[in-house]
């Protein structure tokens, strides 16, 4: 019945209405998945996973829909953890203020950052970012709010609008998968929305977008703001999940890394960075235990997927036969 | 006891000296820095960790070779030139076409291997390189005291920035450079070799880094560290100086590693960030940089 009302229309929505069943499908497994996962893998790990996922998530907002490729989204993530961990430790914030604390201080660097960053272009927009968190990064190791080396030990998880404890760590699973599917929900709403596709014609062609009179600063500095914030709200909830804050999270080392898992998931995808971010969490967990740096392998694959697959792996999904078969597209 | 600002005047001429050196290596990094990504178009993310190499390349040779300081000075560089030259020409030579910033990612990539090779085998603390015998010591001027081997960086690097200068801006070889990265189908039209041109740009970029390490060998501990730690204030000198030209790169490079020197003695804390904060000022008056000519 529906293959008859289907066929003689356009080819072109033909094509659209298959992805997003596909898409609205892969979706319903994906949350079952998550769902369940608990039952399956330690949850610990699963919540690094989740918030390094929404971390990457935000950091593409900047790098695949507006085409600015920062290089210090660790101080937004790192500063997010410092935040939420003070809120919570010394002010004795409840865990959902805390993290709102973390978000806030996370926008209003982003707000610093980016209004040095986006004077300059493509590859100087990269080394400004990477100064600018790098000064961020001595900022930290001095400040006494961060306890230098030490950072903020301790954090408690408390209880969550006061009434669910989030020592327990299924509470707390859930409470991240919360937080997460609300913040793809926010990029998923940003993409699409009026603000989002402007952001997209600055990255095919800011000449253009400047000469349709579009204050192409302006939209810049708004998408960094918010690709800020929610890598703060990765940050401030992943300080909850571990319990402390230190100084690696701003360190130029992880604003490397959550490059990496976009660039390994596919810049300019939705869900790219999620898979990205699982493969570099899930092989930092395996190497940890082995003799071998993970620096090195991390090197060779950022080597490997520039030279070889630009598109990462969801990105090559969607470009390969079966990709576009199931109705995907994938420009760039 | 002289004071200069309340200051004792050995206090502020030692900190002084080393603001001079520490700008010698800014300038002959954020030299090749500029040399490399005004033909190639690429921001040489691992030239820190080509500095390294240099550094571990005149150890090494020390150590197995018992080869000495001054021919580690002319051999390190040729061979981590000759390095960069090979991965110019199997790899990053297929990226000219993307966006530079994919040229960043894969120098990116590269230099995260290099050190975590080095650390790998070496440790993450640094090993000491002794001073040659000819250069050990030191002068009385009278008013401080100078170690030969300090006053030795400072007058040799200055030396290599005015011969790179010289190649760049005086000789046949240097109006190629420049004529390639005004129009390189045009240059290649004339019968120059241009991927040449690129190959031996980014090995001469490399060598310098290695010179530089090299140099910094018996000032600085040489361990695997040492590149990444300098790189990210090269980045904030060169987008200060802008990377339009060879001389803004140096005379920038010196002025920043001065003006840290100096900041070392009036406010020490601030002495680790004074050149992001120098960035972020020059960001405000002139977003192109002190001697930018592009945005």
């Not at chain 1, 989204?73 to 203020?97: C, D, I, N, Q, R």
């Not at chain 2, 300038?27 to 033909?39: D, K, P, T, Y």
């Not at chain 2, 020490?268 to 020059?282: G, H, L, Q, R, Y």
Request: with cysteine; proline share 4%; charged share 10%.
């Amino acid at each position: 019945m529906s293959e008859i009302i289907h066929a003689p229309a356009k080819p072109r929505t033909e094509r659209a209405g298959t992805a997003s069943r596909t898409f609205a499908a892969f979706l319903i497994i994906g949350l079952v998945l998550l769902i369940i996962a608990p039952a399956f893998f330690y949850p610990i790990f699963l919540m690094k996973l989740l918030c390094f996922a929404l971390f990457a998530c935000a950091f593409n907002l900047l790098l695949g829909y507006t085409g600015l490729l920062s290089f210090g989204h660790a101080t937004f993530f790192g500063g997010a953890a410092y935040f939420t961990a003070h809120a919570v430790k010394e002010w004795g914030l409840s865990p959902e203020l805390g993290v709102l604390v973390g978000v806030a201080g996370a926008a209003g660097l982003g707000l610093i950052v980016g209004f040095f960053a986006i004077r300059r272009q493509g590859i100087y927009f990269a080394m400004i970012t990477l100064a600018l968190s790098q000064m961020f990064f001595f900022f930290c190791l001095q400040a006494s709010f961060t306890h230098g080396e030490d950072g903020i030990q301790s954090v408690p998880r408390g209880h969550l609008f006061g009434l669910i404890d989030l020592n327990s760590s299924t509470n707390m699973y859930y409470f991240v998968l919360a937080v997460f599917l609300i913040g793809m929900l926010v990029i998923w709403r940003f993409i699409n929305s009026p603000f989002g596709m402007i952001l997209k014609s600055i990255r095919e062609n800011e000449q253009r977008a400047v000469s349709l009179g579009y204050s192409v600063a302006r939209y810049k500095l708004g998408a960094f703001v918010m690709s800020a914030a929610l890598a703060g709200l990765a940050g401030g909830v992943k300080a909850l999940v571990f319990q402390f804050a230190t100084l690696t999270d701003v360190a130029w080392q992880m604003s490397g890394e959550v490059i990496l898992m976009t660039l390994l998931g596919g810049i300019g995808t939705l869900i790219g960075p999620i898979f990205g971010a699982g493969l570099v969490v899930t092989l930092e967990n395996y190497l940890a235990t082995s003799q071998f740096p993970v620096t090195i392998v991390t090197g060779v694959v950022f080597m490997v997927c520039v030279l070889l697959f630009r598109r990462g792996i969801i990105g090559e999904f969607y470009a390969s036969r079966l990709g576009r078969k199931l109705g995907f597209e994938h420009r760039r | 006891m002289t004071m200069i600002f309340g200051i004792p005047l050995q206090a502020f001429l030692g900190q002084l000296l080393i603001g001079l050196i520490n700008g010698s290596f800014y300038a002959l990094l954020s030299l090749g820095l500029a040399v490399i990504f005004g033909l190639l178009r690429v921001i040489n993310f691992a030239h820190g960790a080509q500095y390294m190499l240099g550094a571990f390349v005149a150890m090494l040779l020390l150590q197995y070779f018992g080869i000495n300081y001054w021919f580690a000075l002319i051999l390190a560089p040729l061979i981590v030139g000759l390095f960069g030259a090979i991965i110019e020409r199997t790899m990053l030579s297929r990226l000219y076409d993307l966006d530079p910033l994919y040229g960043l990612l894969f120098t990116f990539g590269l230099a995260l291997t290099i050190e975590g090779t080095f650390r790998y085998l070496y440790g993450s603390s640094g090993q000491p390189y002794t001073v040659p015998p000819q250069l050990a010591g030191g002068i009385n001027l009278g008013f401080m005291f100078l170690p030969i081997y300090r006053g030795w960086v400072v007058v040799i690097s200055l030396a290599a920035c005015i011969g790179t200068w010289l190649l760049i801006e005086k000789t046949k070889l240097g109006a190629y450079l420049r004529a390639a990265t005004e129009n390189p189908v045009l240059v290649q039209a004339f019968g120059v070799n241009v991927p040449l041109l690129l190959t031996l740009t980014y090995g001469l970029g490399a060598a310098l880094a290695a010179f530089a390490g090299v140099l910094a060998a018996p000032v600085y501990q040489v361990s695997p560290l040492m590149g990444s730690n300098i790189i990210i204030v090269v980045f904030a000198v060169v987008v200060v100086g802008g990377m339009g030209s060879i001389m803004g790169a140096i005379l920038t490079g010196y002025m920043l590693g001065i003006a840290e020197g100096l900041t070392k003695v009036f406010y020490p804390e601030a002495s680790n960030i004074v050149i992001f904060v120098i960035m972020a000022i020059v960001l405000l008056i002139r977003p192109a940089g002190l001697f930018g000519r592009d945005a």
